[in-house]
């Protein structure tokens, strides 16, 4: 293949699809808006599942530097009352298919995999066009441009490719988070580490929920969602750490001290996370030269699958092009065909939505009797 692939955006799906092009022999450029890789925080931990996150770092040769990332006791989970009370827990006994990992160091082995110069750090997208037989141009913050043959948008929620192929746009899906860090919690916030646990807790009820789970450090990384509209949020001054974390903390009046102290007892600003999403089943016509993957192609609320989805269409798109050198539109009319059902349902089967639960309504019994049917059916 003499083609060379040019990549928007240094997340995981594009450096994975970067890598197992680079393991096959095809080069490849991925340009980041970001300045450098520590520009800023990649975010806290990922459950990489054994079927399709997995695959792609076998895709990507890659797994024993992933096996020497994994948090060992990280999949315990459990599930609380508001009043604290542990109502479900299941330890993390090493035979679960979801290892938990920090996203910044597995974002780092598939830096540190690919050949010096394949990241284009301070490359901020300002627009991409069609200029025909496959060709497409690149046009970045600082006036430069690209030209290439095969350019991959994997460039995330506001994908500047993404309207080369399609005229979709996220909406706000009704719900938001807003994060915080406890550092040092066993010494410093022994309450709050007990009700997390070794791993993951969660305490859902009707339009409200906490989430939290153990980083490495000893750090606790908590999510407090609210279903709210947009402008529910913007009367929050986000600016204002002290007034924002006592206005999120009044939502969970009454809930247990050790619960709401992930919000009050934190050493980090509040920080708020809008969520959206495409319309599910979002597909596209074959366009020559440009496709998607990720967040960019098939963009949902978060379900545990969008970093997993994300990989696995970077090595698949990879291994398209590699079985296919010779002929560039096979290899993505391949790739669309199987990526547009695996992104459609995994959506619909990883949302509550599929368990008979109201995603707007539901407390922490039907998330148990869920999470119960779901084990017992697979």
Same mark, same amino acid.
């Given at each position: 293949?003499?083609?060379?692939?040019?990549?928007?955006?240094?997340?995981?799906?594009?450096?994975?699809?970067?890598?197992?092009?680079?393991?096959?022999?095809?080069?490849?450029?991925?340009?980041?808006?970001?300045?450098?890789?520590?520009?800023?925080?990649?975010?806290?931990?990922?459950?990489?599942?054994?079927?399709?996150?997995?695959? !792609?770092?076998?895709?990507?040769?890659?797994?024993?530097?992933?096996?020497?990332?994994?948090?060992?006791?990280?999949?315990?989970?459990?599930?609380?009352?508001?009043?604290?009370?542990?109502?479900?827990?299941?330890?993390?006994?090493?035979?679960?298919?979801?290892?938990?990992?920090?996203?910044?160091?597995?974002?780092?082995?598939?830096?540190?995999?690919?050949?010096?110069?394949?990241?284009?750090?301070?490359?901020?997208?300002?627009?991409?066009?069609?200029?025909?037989?496959?060709?497409?141009?690149?046009?970045?913050?600082?006036?430069?441009?690209?030209?290439?043959?095969?350019?991959?948008?994997?460039?995330? !929620?506001?994908?500047?490719?993404?309207?080369?192929?399609?005229?979709? +746009?996220?909406?706000?899906?009704?719900?938001?988070?807003?994060?915080?860090?406890?550092?040092?919690?066993? +010494?410093?916030?022994?309450?709050?580490?007990?009700?997390?646990?070794?791993?993951?807790?969660?305490?859902?009820?009707?339009?409200?929920?906490?989430?939290?789970?153990?980083?490495?450090?000893?750090?606790?990384?908590?999510?407090?969602?609210?279903?709210?509209?947009?402008?529910?949020?913007?009367?929050?001054?986000?600016?204002?750490?002290?007034?924002?974390?006592?206005?999120?903390?009044?939502?969970?009046?009454?809930?247990?001290?050790?619960?709401?102290?992930?919000?009050?007892?934190?050493?980090?600003?509040?920080?708020?996370?809008?969520?959206?999403?495409?319309?599910?089943?979002?597909?596209?016509?074959?366009?020559?030269?440009?496709?998607?993957?990720?967040?960019?192609?098939?963009?949902?609320?978060?379900?545990?699958?969008?970093?997993?989805?994300?990989?696995?269409?970077?090595?698949?798109?990879?291994?398209?092009?590699?079985?296919?050198?010779?002929?560039?539109?096979?290899?993505?009319?391949?790739?669309?065909?199987?990526?547009?059902?695996?992104?459609?349902? +995994?959506?619909?089967?990883?949302?509550?939505?599929?368990?008979?639960?109201?995603?707007?309504?539901?407390?922490?019994?039907?998330?148990?009797?869920?999470?119960?049917?779901?084990?017992?059916?697979?």
């Amino acid at each position: 293949m003499t083609t060379h692939v040019t990549i928007i955006g240094a997340g995981l799906g594009g450096l994975t699809l970067a890598r197992v092009l680079h393991v096959h022999g095809i080069p490849a450029t991925v340009y980041e808006a970001e300045s450098s890789p520590a520009a800023r925080s990649q975010g806290g931990m990922l459950d990489i599942h054994d079927y399709n996150g997995q695959l !792609a770092l076998a895709e990507a040769d890659l797994m024993d530097e992933f096996r020497g990332l994994i948090l060992e006791g990280r999949q315990a989970m459990r599930v609380l009352d508001p009043d604290g009370t542990v109502l479900f827990e299941e330890p993390d006994d090493g035979t679960g298919g979801r290892p938990e990992v920090q996203r910044g160091e597995l974002r780092q082995i598939l830096l540190d995999s690919l050949p010096a110069g394949t990241v284009r750090w301070g490359h901020k997208v300002s627009s991409a066009r069609t200029l025909g037989e496959g060709r497409h141009e690149v046009t970045f913050a600082d006036g430069s441009t690209v030209v290439t043959g095969l350019l991959v948008g994997a460039d995330g !929620a506001w994908s500047r490719v993404r309207p080369l192929l399609s005229t979709a +746009t996220p909406e706000y899906t009704g719900k938001s988070v807003v994060e915080t860090y406890l550092f040092d919690a066993d +010494t410093r916030h022994p309450a709050a580490a007990k009700a997390v646990g070794g791993g993951s807790m969660i305490a859902p009820t009707p339009g409200r929920e906490i989430f939290a789970h153990r980083e490495r450090g000893d750090t606790l990384h908590a999510y407090m969602g609210l279903s709210e509209p947009q402008e529910w949020f913007a009367a929050t001054d986000f600016t204002d750490a002290a007034a924002a974390t006592a206005r999120i903390a009044q939502e969970f009046a009454g809930w247990a001290p050790e619960l709401t102290a992930l919000i009050t007892d934190a050493d980090s600003a509040p920080v708020l996370r809008l969520l959206h999403a495409l319309p599910t089943g979002h597909r596209w016509d074959r366009v020559p030269g440009v496709t998607l993957l990720g967040d960019a192609a098939h963009l949902s609320a978060p379900n545990g699958e969008g970093a997993n989805l994300a990989m696995l269409d970077g090595a698949e798109l990879g291994k398209a092009l590699a079985a296919h050198p010779d002929d560039i539109e096979t290899a993505l009319t391949e790739y669309e065909q199987a990526m547009f059902p695996r992104s459609a349902e +995994t959506a619909a089967f990883e949302g509550v939505e599929a368990h008979g639960i109201d995603s707007d309504n539901y407390t922490a019994h039907d998330l148990i009797a869920a999470y119960t049917r779901h084990q017992q059916s697979s």
